[in-house]
């Protein structure tokens, strides 16, 4: 059986893939996740009642350092020039919850799609270590990559 995976050498190696023949293009991707709160807790991070401060101010940080921080996280990702890292919240009221969204672009020969979902990540735990200290039962779920654009396969979206 040939080997197709991209990280793995002909002896079973592992290696970083080489993209020195890839040509640079416009590269994006979205990538989403979420909390579930207290609803009290919830009601801190609104108003600002956290002795730890901004919590979504501090978190959009963190997404936006772990974004520019994932060759350094990930074995064999390779350092990119982030172009752009945008991260957005959603608050839903009824389900105690705060959505992440990140969209990540660079123009390069490999795409960003680990670079929006540990921006994902490191926002949504950035929220859970600010709050803490006043709910030990939040829930981080949902992580996924939901679109990718460039690159030689082209655009994908998640069809669920």
Known sequence: MENTLTHIDESGNARMVDVTEKASTLREAVAVGSITMARSTLSLVKTGGLPKGDVLS?????????????????????????????????????????????????????????????????????????????????????????????GKSGTYVRHS
């Open 58 to 150: 501090t978190a959009r940080i963190a997404g936006i350092m772990g974004a520019k921080q994932t060759s350094n996280l990930i074995p064999m990702c390779h350092p990119i020039a982030i172009t752009s890292v945008k991260i957005e919240f959603t608050v839903n009221d009824e389900k105690n919850s705060i959505g992440v969204t990140a969209a990540v672009k660079t123009v390069g020969q490999t795409g960003v799609e680990m670079e929006a979902l540990t921006a994902v990540s490191t926002t949504l735990l950035t929220i859970y270590d600010m709050c803490k200290a006043v709910d030990k039962e939040m829930e981080i779920t949902g992580v996924m990559l939901i679109k990718k654009t460039g």
